[in-house]
């Protein structure tokens, strides 16, 4: 069955520092989500993304986030100048299209600021 | 905000049980209810889903009853396995992309 596949599974990354955390969606799907888990607490949404651009975001996805597929298969998530309340697991999803259709996770990559 | 309340926290089961977990939304536009399975280390994994449309969904042991009236849904583990232990999230879709997720339940069903 197709996966959604993220990397690392684990970063560790110094408080102030820029960070990229890389997914591979399913690949027919048209739709592509980040959410945040940060550890305790619900998964929370933060941006999808769709054509080529952001489709929706949450009041979380702040201007130190930044999102970009580069090209046919990688989804991307840039976070500019981590800070210590950023260490969360960091999902990628993605579903076929919009109409309410099955959302797809990875497994997550812990980002650990230190 | 567009919560989604979910009940209980943790549930401990005997094997063979039932397990129930329920959820409340608050959104009338929510049109679109999933349940996810999420073992340590792992993502949110699709269990089932349902649209308001119908009351009941069910997919061998694992049936989702919905009340749209009183903007309630629930899942219902029938014959409950020890494998089965794992955090149980319940979410709502609308007309956007974005899932709104609840608390999350921590299942144990012991053997």
């Known amino acids: 069955e197709p996966e959604v596949t993220q990397t690392p599974s684990h970063q560790v990354t110094q408080m102030g520092q820029e960070v990229i955390l890389r997914c591979v969606p399913i690949?027919?799907?048209?739709?592509f989500y980040w959410y945040r888990q940060i550890l305790g607490q619900k998964v929370e949404f933060l941006v999808s993304?769709?054509?080529?651009?952001?489709?929706?975001k949450s009041e979380i996805f702040d201007d130190q986030f930044s999102v970009e597929r580069p090209d046919g298969s990688n989804f991307t998530l840039k976070i500019r100048s981590t800070k210590l309340e950023d260490s969360a697991m960091y999902f990628c999803?993605?579903?076929?299209?919009?109409?309410?259709?099955?959302?797809?996770f990875g497994d997550g990559t812990r980002l650990s600021i230190l | 905000q567009q919560q989604v309340k979910q009940s209980p926290q943790s549930l401990i089961v005997q094997k063979g049980g039932i397990s129930i977990i329920n959820c409340a939304y608050e959104?009338?536009?929510?049109?679109?209810f999933p349940w996810y399975q999420q073992f340590p280390g792992k993502g949110p994994a699709l269990l089932i889903a349902?649209?308001?449309?119908?009351s009941e969904k069910k997919e061998g042991r694992f049936t989702i009853s919905f009340n749209k009236s009183a903007k309630q849904f629930s899942l219902h583990i029938m014959d409950s396995q020890p494998g089965d232990s794992a955090t149980y999230f319940c979410?709502?879709?609308?007309?956007?992309?974005?899932?709104?997720f609840g608390g999350g339940t921590r299942l144990m069903v012991k053997p």
């Open positions: 999803a993605s579903s076929p299209d919009r109409a309410n259709q099955p959302q797809h």
């Open positions: 690949s027919n799907h048209l739709y």
């Open positions: 993304f769709y054509n080529n651009e952001i489709s929706e």
């Open positions: 959104n009338t536009a929510f049109d679109y």
């Open positions: 349902i649209r308001p449309d119908v």
């Open positions: 979410a709502s879709q609308g007309a956007g992309n974005m899932l709104t």
